[in-house]
T-cell receptor, first 113, second 116 residues
Framework: GQQVMQIPQYQHVQEGEDFTTYCNSS?????IQWYKQRPGGHPVFLIQ?????EVKKQKRLTFQFGEAKKNSSLHITATQTTDVGTYFC?????????????FGKGTLLTVNP | NAGVMQNPRHLVRRRGQEARLRCSPM?????VYWYRQLPEEGLKFMVY????????ESGMPKERFSAEFPKEGPSILRIQQVVRGDSAAYFC??????????????FGEGSRLTVL
C-alpha cells in the first residue's frame, strides 16, 4: 500500500533558526496536505498542494510539491516559540480511493527561546 | 463553536470492557473519517463513512472494532473487549460533501482511550 515517509522525526532549533521537514511518498499523489498538531492538541490543516512543482507561502512558512508529485517540503524561516508542534504531511492517491489521506509520522519541532 | 465535536475526551477502560467514542461532524459535513494515533506516531486511517454507509473500513481491525454513522445522531466508533494495545488517541475528522477527496479535513480534539 501507499507509504508516506517524513524526515526528520525530531528537530530542535534555537528561536530564529530555520526549519525544514521533508516528505516522500512511495506512489504518485493527486495532492498533498500539511497539518500541524500542537502538543496535546489535534491536527489543524495548514495547506494543500495540487500542482506539480507548486510552491505556496504563508507568512514564514513555504510549502513545495515536487515535480513528480511524490515529495514535498515545509520550510519555516526564523522559527518562533509558537511554531512548536508536530508537522504532518498527508498524501492522497492519484487513483482509486482518493478520499483516503495517508499521513507521515510527522516531525516534532521544538524551539528553544 | 461549530467544529467537530468528540466525546468523551478521555476514557479509561479495563481490559475486556467496551469503549464507545462519539463524533458529531461540523454542520453541513456528511463525510466522517476516524483515525488512530499512537504516541509519537502519525495518524492511521481506520474508516470512512457517509450517512448510513460505510464507504471504506480497510483500516479497521477485523475483530472487536465497528463504526457507524446513523441518519440521526453522531458517528460512533465502538471497540469491544478492549486490550492494552487499543490505548491511543482516536481522532474523528469531517469534510463537506463537495470537498470530499480534494479538500481539507477538519479534526475534532480527539478521544484518548486508556486501557488498564
Amino acid at each position: 500500500g501507499q507509504q508516506v515517509m517524513q524526515i526528520p522525526q525530531y528537530q530542535h532549533v534555537q528561536e530564529g533558526e530555520d526549519f525544514t521537514t521533508y516528505c516522500n511518498s512511495s506512489t504518485t499523489l493527486s495532492n498533498i496536505q500539511w497539518y500541524k498538531q500542537r502538543p496535546g492538541g489535534h491536527p489543524v490543516f495548514l495547506i494543500q498542494l495540487v500542482k506539480s512543482g507548486e510552491v505556496k507561502k504563508q507568512k514564514r512558512l513555504t510549502f513545495q510539491f515536487g515535480e513528480a508529485k511524490k515529495n514535498s517540503s515545509l520550510h519555516i524561516t526564523a522559527t518562533q516559540t509558537t511554531d512548536v508542534g508536530t508537522y504532518f504531511c498527508a498524501g492522497q492517491n492519484s487513483g482509486g480511493s482518493n478520499y483516503k489521506l495517508t499521513f507521515g509520522k510527522g516531525t516534532l519541532l521544538t524551539v528553544n527561546p | 463553536n461549530a467544529g467537530v465535536m468528540q466525546n468523551p475526551r478521555h476514557l479509561v477502560r479495563r481490559r475486556g470492557q467496551e469503549a464507545r467514542l462519539r463524533c458529531s461532524p461540523m454542520k453541513g459535513h456528511s463525510h466522517v473519517y476516524w483515525y488512530r494515533q499512537l504516541p509519537e506516531e502519525g495518524l492511521k486511517f481506520m474508516v470512512y463513512l457517509q450517512k448510513e454507509n460505510i464507504i471504506d473500513e480497510s483500516g479497521m481491525p477485523k475483530e472487536r472494532f465497528s463504526a457507524e454513522f446513523p441518519k440521526e445522531g453522531p458517528s460512533i466508533l465502538r471497540i469491544q473487549q478492549v486490550v492494552r494495545g487499543d490505548s491511543a488517541a482516536y481522532f474523528c475528522a469531517s469534510s463537506p460533501k463537495i470537498a470530499a477527496g480534494t479538500g481539507e479535513l477538519f479534526f475534532g480534539e480527539g478521544s484518548r482511550l486508556t486501557v488498564l
